[in-house]
């Protein structure tokens, strides 16, 4: 078990990782990078050079190896963004369904361009695919799925999460 004081990972975070390596080989440590950026990503919205650093010394691994998977996944933010992350599929099935429609309502509604962020909003791209095709046109909004989108239905989720 390692000691989290010079890692500057919280204890929590620590315990949780090392839980989770338990899972695998002794020695085996890069299957808990995915675990472990979603676990510092949760307590702080986005991952900085520290916690990619501090995962890699916590793990015993290279930065790079901690970096590569960071940046790979669009899961994974790398820069400070708003409170709510949003995607909108604008694959065909919700191309075809009003995806544009329901985008440049967004940015409209949101005063925010895709990519861009606000404190509490970040629109943060078109997906190529959400893998909801029959709920088309749809969105994510904080890894959560919304389906069978209109302009009205914006309207609620957005009031909902503003009432948070």
Known sequence: MNDNTFYNIPSEICTKINEWLLKFPDGKKKPAIIFALHQIQKENKFIKKTHINSI????????????EVAAFYSMFELDKVGKHTISVCTNVSCMLNG?????????????????????????KDERECLAACCGAPMMQVNHKYYENLTKEKIDEIIRDIDNE
């Open 99 to 123: 995806s544009d429609e329901i985008l440049s309502y967004l940015e409209e509604k949101l005063d925010l361009k895709v990519g861009t962020s606000s404190d509490k909003f970040f629109l």
């Open 56 to 67: 890699a010394k916590f793990l015993g691994i290279n930065e790079i190896d901690v970096y």
